[in-house]
């Protein structure tokens, strides 16, 4: 029986002999104390070199593989292995907790590192992406993620001269990051000709942005900035491990065994070779070095630790060594001497002193060693090794005596006999040799019996028997010496063994855990003086039983430290220490042990004690002879809170079974009813389960909760307020210290928390994400400023809370039991209580980590008979309240009781509410205040108790057990109701609230009915038996008992009430006559029992309702079944509704009608509205009759799950329900149409969105279903087929000529034009010009800067700052993929801050995720950059008021609304927006809270509270005939007035979240843009609209939207479409859909254009002017355009009518050809714009159109694989004279050659072909193709271009290219939106580049402008004109 107690002694860790060399870096450091740190397995180190002394953090869970120390050098960083590794920051003085990190790594942590005031760290995790974090590690919070490299990194170091820079090295790269916002940028470090890619090891960051770093063939690499600048070479002559920087210099470590000591400037000081050294071997490497003054740390590979002093530097000293690499399983104790011996796979064997800590000998044998033995003597060790052998040594100085090899496998165990003549030696073969130990070891015998690997051995004390154990667990026995098995038990029953290390045996049972494979325990080491027991184990846990140990699952004490399997565990000769040995970490471990009676001293020394202590689950507490559980808590700890449907799951379920049902058609729905319910009183308080959840406010009201609701009780007015902000049960209830604030915990999947104001009862805030199932306890603190939490998930987790900012602070696992109750020590605020089932916890906050103290039990106080179940503390003394229902006082130590009440009916004061039940109820919550003492009993009554004695009843419900019946009074406001809690009862509905009567009945009852004239009560009883009672004084007057099963309801006939209808669970009805008491009739037929019966008006038909959704009729009083068509159902006048089912009610079935039952339903008098309640707890309000599939209604939340019934009252004024399991009658007022306050409506609207659909528009569609293609995934534009350029086998050239030759020289490949002036390579390209706004599918995304000098907008990747003056812009081009949104910070402290989002990919964080750019527009440095989890990317985003808050809305499936603090960088809160499209989201513009979104067929009213988004969904059904719309725009006025626009032209107004009128008709059509302007309040609205002489698209609004203004642009558009308006002083600023930004005058209503672009693209077409600064272009939206660079500007447009391809000049630039996508081609006359000339001699589209350099032809290309001839001195005629035969695909580029002879032709099969020119004739000769000179170079093949071809374009193309006019440079444009700059020609492979990002996908032509001046690209997807500056060498 003893073992079922752990025992009372204890181990303490003392020494640990190793250092954890291998596989780490860098992890040794002295620390500000002068002390060393370092770790070893699960243990972090602290050695005191000067007492020699060490301290341990034992705060991990697995091997800690990484270490960093902070600046200050006081804490340490260390991580760790494992699935969920984690980080601890701790102290090394005190060697405790500050903080854990976790949750963000998977598999383990590579590396830490502090930055250099230690603020943040960052660390590095070992998953597949090896994941870089950044913590701000006091607050537990991840700053940022980013993948890291698809490599392991094994250094990172913060740059501690730049802030925000880090650098991190790994396998063959190294990357210079920068932190900004939440986002972490990496840039890889460029190796170019200086030095060898390859992989570099460690790394140290220096001034002036020098990065050194250790390579892996031993040189050093210096980088500046991101490029390498030298090489250091040969520093080491092999990898360089550790690089350690200091005041003097840097240190650097290699695997040569050098130290080297380098200055600050990196030149060498000196060189220390460890090899050389008295102390050194050959091989020895080093892993980290510390360079600190005088004094160098080394740790090497091999486990040793060495410090040097510099002017000593070939003495190093040895402070610590450990086993090398290789597992350790050999492990001895000396018989007489305080000694330990152990033998690795190292192949050594270490003798360690255990009173010195140190190695004191050291023998290298051959082979791997596998176990140790000391003989008695102490004077022989014998060692069996891994090969079969076994050696044995002379302990005095380790020579060999013999060495034997009998075995070939393994030799796993040996011990000597405790006579010392025998060694026994055990083997892997499964058997166990016996040697004679005087006979120089003959053999002796062998035993045989086992047949599996021999594990463990033990001799008997007279060392005549042997026991082994074997790996199948068999425990065998044998004779010695001769080895024969023993099989007679009773042989064996008195043999004293002299060791015990068995792991099998009776007086071993108890180790072994319940259930658990054999073989994980792998030592075990009795102590029988003691009677203790240690074993050692696979998980790294060393556990201590006590001895014997007969009973399985033993209680015990744990011990953790090693990481993996403890191999080995030793009690020392004289019991004093264990000795265990780690396999993996080969790491020793001494423990002191501390036996009982030293205990009560140790008390008062170590303050570690407390921790290292066991922290088991199942040690101490869990004494099996506690009293047993009262049976009121056993109920308590059964009850489960799970729920087959979760409230939270509702959406996403409705979308299935929506998506199963899209192709049922249904009738169009009736509308909602008019009337609304209000809730006005609630009959009930939770007491059954919850405890001390009542409170006075300090206005005196009182609070509590009930069901889903919180309620605020006026005791003054006996009326109650209500806090319905949550979906499900309350389970607990907290009330702030200071101010009037509640915190409530509810039920859920992910339950939340609400913290509410009692007085406005809004939230304050709302904390979930942390719990599972439900919250069943709060607390706050005593500031008031933190909140804890308990969860009922299965380890009921404990959060604390900063709950104002909604942030968790820590988190922790509380306890496999139910915890009750959880508190938090009001004088220190970092403690809390938790107290459960058998377990009280003390918890101390670290970090984000809760530790716990186990603390003595001072005394304990009979205080109640029975569970004490409240108490409440006062200033001086406590109240209790228990089950024995008596009120306690007591004194402040709990010494004597002052004072007691019970509970009584015989005390109840005149004024009470109610009636007791019974006597001293159980008291489950107490509080005190306003002079009385606040009682909530079990039986859910709340009682106050004057201090003199009376007491007064305020509030009551139901007790324990569910309430079914429910019935209204036929002519007064009273109800009764009966449950099964064996009570009848009638409640008063009128104003006074109170319950009138009770009456106890014999069993539970389901159902009760008033007759006619109120005079009687029937109710219906759980057993089949029935009863009539005097409704007034409840007595009985006749009772029934017919039926076995649940009488399911009970009607009175109307009229004079003559037959009684009684349905039963037995599926039958029995009909009674009341005058008579005879039972008249039965009705039969029923297939299932009975749910609800209703009569007729006349009394003869009854309407039934079974479980199986059957609907019957019967004809009374006989009870004949009748069979009645539907249509004359709705004719019949019934007497009551209360049925489900049928058609006038099969509207009221949800969606998702499988998951869930409509329980009951009520109609009122004048047949206009049913009320039903649900199985989700919902009471919804229907028109009645609910005809067609899923009506609309009005639905409200205040009872948990199961509404049991509803009814309204005789007038209808109220309606009543009754909650199955919550046990509250709720009464609700019924709220007549007309009569409304104007207040917030409770109702949510229906469940499916309006089948009406929202409405449409083209422009709205192409919104909605665009898809944002990233760049880097973007494929080609062109169908290209065939093998790209770079991967073509390149054919021999015949003409390969001789290197000198005196052959003429080449010709030019290209005709230069500045031939005179020196050719200038072109450097740089830098951007100038933008032509183009992305207006097709944006919004609101112009605005003005600095009072309207200055508008800001965006295409492309690009954001442009335009001046309106001088049409100068610049540009913010940090955005790497499409910009869609763009706002302006409107707050005056953050003036011109812009922020805008884009395009993405997946939220993976890295960085093609999307984010957030926040920018300042006049400098261009970006302030911050949000990486988002909104997949595809990022489609709104708007600043708050404070101009703080940014809020924005993703393109995700489920369009998720996120808030940042955008400085920081931090996520505040998320949440999925809605399933269909949100097209905008913007803030008030007074509130940091409040929002609107809007989108396809919504609107969405937010609030955010603490870090959890509130939203409500715009209410419709009040005005007549609204529906809900496509939403598009957003303004705001004052009052809370929202205004949103509309796909049909209308803007509707709203009042809070109700829509309460529309502006019809505003715009003819969609109004996409909504502009509040702040100064005024005017609001201005754009809209698409044809111009007519009245309207206009945009329009100026009063601040009501009652009166405007409208405004007509003047484009020529046939329709304008306006995408986005601004309004500035006296000017408005709009956007259009077709590209163009106007500026609208307010007085004369005159339009300046300010920026033009093409509407549609791609551009395909683009020429430059042969000689002055202009170029066209001509794209798919029909236009052909002329834009001047110098004045920055569109000259002239000319409408095709089709789209146009491609373009080009004559070269004297007085014609223009234009060839369409029709197959026409158009020649213009550039001066008068007429035509010259047209032709259409192909169907298919125009490629590419030329002009012979002569000016004779025209060349075109189409992409019908040929190219035509044309000659031009023919006249306008235009006769086709020839074309280019055998082209085998379509025509991409044309080039001319200089001397009109030859054409090129680059075709979409990846060749080019050379032709004649006029002829059309192939030119094949490649020595002929090689002496042409051309004229222009725009071909993308050829082998003067290999090179522009990159890696990576497998999906993707180059589109264009072009050569300079020089000659000497090349641009090419590529689908991935890259403009690139290569030399001319390029024919090797992947030349080198400049690179310019800018475009969307598809760059779709290039080209350069007379001079070389500047370069113009063309954009596919982004419709836009870049042009470019040429910066050009210097001469």
Not at 1136 to 1158: K, Q
């Amino acid at each position: 029986m003893a073992a079922r107690s752990a025992p009372n002694c204890h181990l303490r860790l003392e020494w640990v002999y190793g250092y954890r060399g291998h596989q780490c870096r860098n992890n040794l450091y002295y620390t500000a104390a002068k002390e060393i740190v370092y770790f070893v397995a699960g243990v972090g180190v602290v050695y005191s070199p000067r007492e020699h002394r060490q301290k341990f953090y034992r705060g991990h869970s697995d091997d800690i593989i990484s270490l960093a120390l902070h600046p200050e050098r006081v804490l340490v960083a260390t991580g760790q292995v494992g699935k969920e590794p984690y980080i601890c920051v701790w102290d090394s003085y005190t060697v405790q907790t500050i903080s854990i990190l976790k949750d963000a790594h998977t598999h383990g942590i590579a590396c830490l590192a502090f930055d250099l005031d230690g603020q943040r760290l960052v660390s590095v995790g070992l998953d597949s992406k090896n994941a870089v974090c950044v913590w701000d590690w006091k607050r537990g919070k991840m700053l940022s993620m980013a993948p890291g490299h698809t490599d392991r990194i094994f250094d990172i170091s913060w740059d501690l001269y730049q802030p925000n820079k880090l650098v991190s090295c790994g396998v063959k790269h190294i990357k210079f990051w920068s932190l900004c916002g939440n986002a972490l940028t990496p840039k890889r470090g460029v190796f170019g000709k200086t030095g060898d890619l390859q992989t570099i090891l460690c790394l140290a960051c220096a001034r002036d942005e020098l990065t050194y770093s250790g390579a892996l063939n031993g040189d050093i690499y210096v980088w500046k900035g991101i490029n390498l600048i030298r090489t250091i070479q040969g520093a080491h002559t092999a990898g360089i491990f550790s690089m350690n920087a200091c005041e003097e210099g840097f240190a650097t470590g290699g695997r040569d065994g050098c130290i080297r000591l380098w200055d600050l400037t990196f030149k060498p000081i000196t060189v220390i070779d460890l090899r050389e050294t008295d102390q050194g071997y050959k091989g020895l490497s080093v892993r980290s070095v510390c360079w600190r003054g005088d004094h160098i740390l080394v740790g090497t590979q091999d486990s040793e630790i060495f410090e040097i002093v510099v002017h000593e530097r070939n003495k190093p000293f040895l402070i610590m060594q450990g086993h090398c690499e290789g597992e350790l399983w050999a492990l001895a104790v000396h018989p007489t001497k305080p000694l330990a011996v152990t033998g690795s796979d190292d192949r050594s064997v270490r003798i360690w002193s255990l009173i010195d800590h140190a190695l004191i000998a050291r023998c290298n044998m051959e082979e791997p060693i596998r176990c140790a033995a000391v003989n008695v003597d102490g004077i022989h060790l014998a060692l069996g090794m891994k090969d079969g052998s076994f050696t044995v040594l002379r302990v005095r100085d380790m020579t060999e005596v013999v060495h034997i090899k009998d075995r070939k496998e393994a030799i796993h165990e040996l011990k000597y006999s405790p006579d010392g003549t025998y060694l026994a030696v055990g083997c892997n073969d499964s058997s166990v040799d016996i040697y004679g130990v005087a006979q120089r070891y003959k053999k002796f015998g062998e035993c045989v019996g086992s047949l599996s690997f021999i594990t463990h051995l033990d001799w008997s004390s007279d060392s005549r028997y042997l026991q082994t154990n074997d790996g199948n667990g068999k425990r065998l026995f044998y004779r010695m010496p001769g080895g024969k098995e023993v099989t007679n038990k009773e042989e064996i029953k008195g043999v004293h063994w002299a060791s015990w290390t068995c792991v099998s045996g009776l007086e071993v049972n108890g180790i072994w855990p319940k259930y658990s494979d054999i073989n994980d325990i792998n030592s075990v080491d009795g102590n029988y003086i003691g009677q203790v027991l240690v074993t050692a184990d696979d998980y790294g846990i060393i556990k201590l039983f006590r001895y014997p140990c007969l009973r399985k699952g033993a209680k015990f004490k744990k011990y953790i430290g090693h990481s993996g399997h403890v191999t080995n565990i030793r009690w020392s000769h004289d019991y004093q220490w264990v000795i265990s040995i780690g396999g993996a970490d080969h790491s020793v471990f001494q423990w002191k042990f501390i036996p009982e009676r030293k205990l009560k001293d140790a008390l008062h020394i170590a303050p570690q004690e407390s921790l290292a202590d066991s922290n088991s689950d199942e040690s101490d507490s869990d004494l099996s002879d506690v009293p047993e559980l009262d049976s009121e808590i056993e109920q308590e700890t059964q009850l489960t809170y799970r729920r087959q449907v979760y409230k939270e799951d509702l959406p996403q379920l409705k979308e299935q079974y929506k998506e199963r049902q899209k192709g049922s058609t249904s009738k169009r729905r009736e509308r909602t009813p008019g009337n609304s319910l209000r809730l006005h009183f609630v009959h009930g308080y939770r007491g059954y389960d919850c405890r001390s959840n009542l409170f006075y406010t300090q206005i005196g009201e009182i609070v509590y909760h009930v069901a889903a609701v919180g309620v605020i009780y006026n005791r003054q007015q006996n009326t109650q307020r209500f806090y319905l902000g949550h979906d499900d049960d309350i389970l607990c209830l907290a009330l702030h210290p200071l101010k009037d604030y509640v915190a409530t915990g509810q039920v859920g999947r992910d339950p939340s928390i609400h913290i509410w104001d009692t007085e406005t009862i809004k939230p304050l805030s709302v904390l979930k994400g942390c719990h599972q199932y439900g919250v069943c306890a709060v607390d706050f603190s005593a500031d008031g400023k933190r909140l804890a939490s308990v969860g009922i998930d299965d380890s009921h987790t404990i959060v604390l809370w900063d709950w104002k900012k909604g942030e968790k602070l820590s988190v922790a696992r509380g306890s496999k039991d139910k915890i009750f109750v959880v508190k938090m020590n009001p004088y220190v605020p970092d403690k809390l209580i938790t107290a459960g089932i058998k377990h009280v916890k003390f918890w101390r906050r670290a970090g984000d980590v809760c530790i716990w103290r186990d603390v003595f039990l001072v005394k304990t106080v009979k205080a109640h008979d029975g569970p004490v179940f409240s108490m409440h503390a006062l200033e001086k003394g406590f109240v209790t309240g228990g089950k024995d229902g008596v009120v306690a006082l007591w004194d402040d130590s709990f010494e004597r009781c002052l004072k007691t009440y019970a509970i009584k009916r015989a005390a109840l004061a005149p004024g009470s509410k109610g009636l007791l039940l019974e006597d001293n109820p159980s008291i489950r919550a107490i509080s005190l205040g306003h002079g009385h003492i606040l009682v909530g009993t079990k039986n859910g009554e709340i009682l106050e108790v004057d201090k003199s004695g009376p007491i007064t009843l305020l509030v009551q419900g139901h007790m324990e057990g569910e309430v079914w019946g429910l019935a209204t009074h036929p002519y007064l406001p009273i109800c009764a109701t009966v449950s099964d809690d064996k009570t009848l009862r009638i409640w008063d509905l009128s104003p006074s609230h109170c319950m009138l009567a009770v009456r106890k009945l014999k069993k539970g009852g389901r159902c009760c009915c008033f007759s006619p004239d109120g005079k009687a009560l029937a109710v219906g009883l759980n057993d089949g038996s029935f009863l009539m009672a005097n409704a007034d004084t409840l007595e009985d007057l006749v009772s029934f008992h017919h039926r076995k099963d649940i009488i399911s309801d009970i009607r009175f006939s109307p009229g004079s009430g003559k037959y009684l209808a009684v349905a039963s669970h037995d599926s039958f009805i029995d009909i009674y006559n009341v005058m008579s008491s005879k039972r008249v009739g039965i009705c039969k037929g029923a297939t299932s029992y009975i749910t609800h019966v209703d009569w007729d008006i006349r009394g003869k038909l009854l309407q039934v309702n079974t479980g199986a959704k059957e609907q019957l009729f019967f004809e009374a009083p006989r009870g004949k079944k009748q069979t009645i068509p539907s249509v004359e159902v709705e004719k019949i006048c019934w007497a009551s509704w209360t049925s489900v089912l049928g058609l006038c009610c099969e509207g009221i079935w949800p969606v998702i009608g499988e998951v869930t039952d409509i329980t009951a339903s009520c109609l009122t008098s004048d047949k206009m509205v049913l009320a039903t309640g649900d199985d989700l707890g919902f009471v919804k309000l229907f028109r009645y009759p609910a005809k067609g599939k899923f009506g609309k209604f009005k639905r409200y939340v205040a009872h948990s799950t199961h509404v049991t019934n509803v009814r309204w009252t005789y007038d209808d004024s109220m309606l009543v329900t009754l909650g199955g399991a919550d046990m509250s009658l709720m009464v609700w007022t019924n709220e007549m149409e007309g009569y409304r306050e104007k207040r917030p409506c409770d109702s949510e609207e229906s469940d499916t969105d309006s089948e009406e659909d929202g409405g449409y528009d083209s422009d709205v569609t192409r919104e909605n279903e665009i898809s944002y293609t990233i760049r880097a995934l973007s494929t080609n534009i062109r169908p290209m087929f065939g093998v790209k350029p770079h991967l073509q086998q390149k054919e021999p050239s015949v003409d390969e000529r001789p290197p000198v030759s005196r052959a003429p020289p080449r010709p030019e490949k290209l005709q230069t034009n500045n031939v005179g002036k020196k050719k200038r390579p072109i450097e740089d390209l830098v951007l100038e010009l933008v032509f183009g706004y992305r207006g097709r599918d944006c919004r609101n995304n112009v605005h003005y800067l600095n009072d309207g000098d200055d508008i800001i907008y965006h295409t492309a990747s690009i954001g442009i700052l335009h001046n309106v003056a001088t049409g100068t812009q610049s540009f913010y081009q940090e955005h790497n993929d499409d910009i869609l949104c763009l706002t302006v910070n409107q707050h005056p402290k953050f003036i011109n801050v812009v922020a805008t989002g884009q395009v993405g990919d997946l939220a993976d964080m890295s960085a093609t995720a999307p984010s957030i750019h926040i920018w300042d527009a006049m400098n261009k440095q970006t302030l911050s950059i949000l990486r988002c989890y909104h997949s595809k990317g990022v489609c709104s985003v708007s600043f708050s008021a404070t101009g703080k808050l940014l809020l924005s809305v993703g393109l995700d499936p489920e369009h998720t609304i996120t808030i940042w603090r955008w400085q920081e960088g931090a996520k505040i809160a998320s949440r999925a927006g809605h399933n269909r499209r949100i097209f905008v989201a913007e803030f008030r513009p007074d509130s940091d809270s409040q929002f609107v979104s809007v989108g396809v067929k919504h609107v969405k009213f937010w609030t955010l509270a603490g870090r959890a988004l509130l939203s409500k969904k715009g209410l419709v059904s009040t005005l007549e005939d609204a529906r809900m719309q496509t939403m598009l725009a957003v303004a705001f006025g004052a009052n809370n007035l929202t205004f949103t626009g509309t796909i049909s032209g209308d803007v509707c107004v709203w009042k809070d979240h109700i829509l309460c009128r529309t502006v019809a008709r505003a715009h003819n059509g969609p109004v996409f843009a909504m502009f509040t302007t702040l100064r005024d309040g005017l609001i201005v609205t754009g809209g698409k609209e044809r111009p007519s002489r009245e309207g206009g698209a945009v329009k100026l609004w009063d601040q009501e939207l009652r009166r405007c203004r409208a405004f007509r642009l003047d484009t020529g558009q046939a329709t304008d479409c306006v995408r986005s308006v601004c309004r500035g002083k006296g000017k408005i600023l709009v956007g259009t859909r077709s590209a163009e930004i106007i500026e609208v005058g307010e007085k004369n209503a005159a339009c300046n254009i300010l920026v033009n672009g093409h509407v549609d693209g791609p551009i395909w077409g683009l020429v430059t002017h042969p000689s002055r600064d202009f170029f066209l272009s001509a794209a798919e939206d029909g236009t052909v355009r002329l834009w001047d660079i110098a004045d920055k500007k569109m000259l002239n447009k000319v409408n095709l009518g089709h789209a146009a391809r491609t373009v080009c000049y004559s070269p004297e630039g007085d014609m223009v050809a234009i060839g369409m996508k029709n197959g026409e081609f158009i020649i213009l006359l550039v001066s008068s714009l007429k035509i010259w000339g047209k032709k259409r001699d192909r169907r298919c589209s125009i490629h590419d159109i030329r002009f012979s350099p002569d000016s004779r032809f025209l060349a075109v290309g189409s992409s019908e694989n040929s190219v035509d001839f044309y000659d031009l001195t023919l006249g306008p005629t235009l006769s086709r004279i020839s074309y280019c035969r055998d082209i085998p695909s379509f025509v991409i580029q044309m080039d001319f050659s200089a001397d009109s002879r030859y054409l090129q032709v680059s075709t979409g099969c990846y060749k080019r072909h050379v032709y004649e020119v006029p002829s059309g004739k192939p030119v094949l000769d490649q020595a002929t193709m090689d002496r042409i000179t051309w004229a222009t170079w725009t071909s993308i093949l050829g082998d003067e271009v290999l090179g522009i071809w990159s890696r990576h374009a497998e999906k993707a193309n180059v589109n264009c290219a072009c050569v300079s006019h020089s000659g000497i440079s090349l641009v090419t444009g590529d689908d991935f939106g890259m403009v690139k700059l290569f030399d001319f020609p390029c024919p090797e492979k992947f030349a080198k580049h400049k690179r310019f990002l800018g475009h969307s996908p598809h760059v779709t032509n290039i080209r350069f402008t007379s001079g070389d001046r500047h370069v113009v690209s063309a954009g596919g997807d982004d419709c836009s004109l870049f042009v470019w500056k040429c910066v050009h060498m210097p001469h």
